[in-house]
Nanobody
Framework: QVQLVESGGGLVQPGGSLRLSCAAS????????MGWYRQAPGKQRELVAR???????NYADSVKGRFTISRDNAKNTVYLQMNSLKPEDTAVYYC?????????WGQGTQVTVSS
């Protein structure tokens, strides 16, 4: 069974940056569009960025121009570079395929943007 492990979250001030990583226990990235999702308290989980096997990227309007998704298939890792962070970016961030696979969900990594 594939395990996805997210890391890189933390507490950052508004305007700051973080880089999230998602490592898989085996190669799934070559065969799947991958996405970064987030879930804020009291809100539904949402897809914020996705990258296809060809490297095409798409972003939610709320993060466009600030977040960048990338992948390294050789390392079985997907990244999310987050710049100009805002308090409304506070959430638990997860990676998964797009569309998501139920048994791929990991524990996520907490991102808190606060002064």
């Amino acid at each position: 069974q594939v395990q996805l492990v997210e890391s890189g979250g933390g507490l950052v001030q508004p305007g700051g940056s973080l880089r999230l990583s998602c490592a898989a226990s085996r190669n799934i990235f070559s065969f799947n569009t991958m996405g970064w999702y987030r879930q804020a308290p009291g809100k539904q989980r949402e897809l914020v960025a996705r990258i296809t096997t060809y490297g095409t990227t798409n972003y939610a309007d709320s993060v466009k121009g600030r977040f960048t998704i990338s992948r390294d298939n050789a390392k079985n890792t997907v990244y999310l570079q987050m710049n100009s962070l805002k308090p409304e970016d506070t959430a638990v961030y997860y990676c998964n395929a797009d569309p998501p696979v139920v048994y791929y969900w990991g524990q996520g990594t907490q991102v808190t943007v606060s002064s």
